[in-house]
């Protein structure tokens, strides 16, 4: 009797179940730190362990997470309410985040030190031109943007046939996006290591396509959901914040474009 006063609620919020992923995935991360330091110092093992461990828990706790909210129907209306405002504070803190690193970029730009010899760029370092790859990837970001809003219009229509196609467009162009700044950071005339200018470009842009990558990979979840009719034209919160974060993404990359390639045209 007593066991079944306790399995009965009187409110509409999940309480979380036991679960071991978070202390798992606390542990594989403080691995993938100390991992990532020895990789510099060209002993990989460890580095590749963890981020083994920490996908492989990660993946896990995702697993539980969907189940409770499709499955085992754990989030309520008001549930959902605040996992909307919970994304919503992350993706202001990302804001502030990016906020700094454009911050210090101006701060330097404007008013160049002496000890960068008073002039920006510094000298002997030759910015990327604006016009070529930079402008390729804005132009796939803003495009898969566009794509996205075309999958949730769809999912919103149960349109599940265009849903899926133009979530697949979205995470090619995603992948595109990667492949080609990964191939400007090989051909980059300067480094991290040349002045302000190239770490805070390097800090940006490198931080941004970890987000770029994040969010493929939380856009490319949405799509499993609802080819496994785990999400539906009702119940579609994995998808709507996914098209949420990468709008973010976009955003930012457009003042990113502006102010770190354009301004220094």
Known sequence: MLQKFHMKKNHPFHLVTKSPWPILVSFSMLNFLIGFINLMNESPLLFYLSSLTMMINLTQ????VKRESSIKGDHTKIVKEMIKMGMIMFIMSE???????????????????????????????????????????????????????????????????QTIKSMIITITMGLYFSILQWWEYKNAPFTISDSIFGSSFFMTTGF??????????????????????????????????????????????????IILYWWNK
Not at 61 to 64: C, G, I, K
Not at 214 to 238: D, P, Q, R
């Open 208 to 257: 941004h396509g970890i987000h770029v990558i994040m969010g493929t990979i939380f856009i490319l979840t949405a799509l499993e959901s609802i080819l496994v009719m785990k999400s539906n034209y009702l119940n579609h919160i994995s998808f709507e914040l996914s098209a949420w974060y990468w709008h973010f993404v976009d955003v930012i990359w457009l003042f990113l474009y």
């Open 61 to 64: 706790w995702w697993r539980d």
């Open 95 to 161: 804001i502030m985040f990016f906020l700094s690193f454009f911050w210090s970029f101006l701060h330097s730009s404007l008013a160049p030190s002496i000890e960068i010899g008073m002039k920006w760029p510094p000298k002997g370092v030759t910015p990327f031109n604006p016009m070529e790859i930079p402008l390729l990837n804005t132009i796939i970001l803003v495009s898969s943007g566009a794509s996205i809003t075309w999958a949730h219009h769809s999912l919103l229509s149960n349109k599940l046939n």
